[in-house]
């Protein structure tokens, strides 16, 4: 089975855009959720989407958003690009099953705003 | 508000050694710890997870110890490798409802285990 695939690797951006980020789930995983992983405050939860609906949401602001759709695959946007916004956003997935079924993450994207 | 607190940030072991990483969570609402396992340039890995109700849990040369009452966990590598010279993560989470999740982490342990 393909692992979760995080697409690009690596983006450059300036200060004052905006980005979006895709992620595919592992096949048959419906639930997708994203972290942010930076030296300084390490990974921290962005959000959470099943079937479509986001269901949980971490403590960033409104310039951070998500969508989910049919198949499952997700994007993230980040507007209004600050320079603390440099990090790498991982994406994960989960198997159907209890609340605490394990989370599959994929390699990535490296973000650096400049 | 930091809720999981990972210790020692850094940590050095000579191949062969046992190495042992801790955490301590706050939330006593938690109930599901795991370890992640990150190379350089890959997303985490879950190496082993343990939930509230043992004490101890082992996975080959992993071993997860958990002291409910004490609001800690530990990973310890036995024999450990140069190929185990990653950044390791502890996490926790607890049911949000209707089925969400989500996982606080700690910041992470530099391991390297030299030959």
């Known amino acids: 089975k393909a692992g979760v695939t995080q697409t690009p690797r690596y983006l450059i951006k300036t200060r004052g855009q905006q980005v979006t980020l895709s992620c595919s789930p592992i096949?048959?995983?419906?639930?997708v959720s994203w972290y942010q992983q930076t030296p300084g405050q390490g990974l921290q939860f962005l959000f959470e989407?099943?079937?479509?609906?986001?269901?949980n949401k971490g403590n960033f602001p409104g310039r951070f958003s998500g969508r989910q759709f049919s198949n499952s695959r997700s994007e993230m946007n980040v507007s209004t690009l600050e320079l603390g916004d440099s990090a790498l956003y991982l994406c994960?997935?989960?198997?159907?099953?209890?609340?605490?079924?394990?989370?599959?993450f994929g390699n990535g994207t490296r973000l650096t705003v400049t | 508000q930091q809720q999981v607190k990972q210790s020692p940030q850094s940590l050095i072991v000579q191949k062969g050694g046992i190495s042992i990483i801790n955490c301590a969570y706050e939330?006593?609402?938690?109930?599901?710890f795991p370890w992640y396992q990150q190379f350089p340039g890959k997303g985490p890995a879950l190496l082993i997870a343990?939930?509230?109700?043992?004490s101890e849990k082992k996975e080959g040369r992993f071993t997860i110890s958990f002291n409910k009452s004490a609001k800690q966990f530990s990973l310890h590598i036995m024999d450990s490798q140069p190929g185990d010279s990653a950044t390791y993560f502890c996490?926790?989470?607890?049911?949000?409802?209707?089925?969400?999740?989500?996982?606080?982490f700690g910041k992470g342990t530099k391991l390297s285990v030299i030959p």
């Open positions: 096949s048959g995983h419906r639930s």
């Open positions: 996490a926790a989470s607890t049911g949000t409802g209707a089925g969400s999740y989500q996982l606080t």
């Open positions: 994960a997935s989960r198997p159907p099953g209890t609340s605490n079924s394990p989370l599959h």
């Open positions: 343990i939930r509230p109700d043992v």
């Open positions: 989407y099943f079937s479509e609906t986001q269901r």
């Open positions: 939330n006593t609402a938690f109930d599901y």
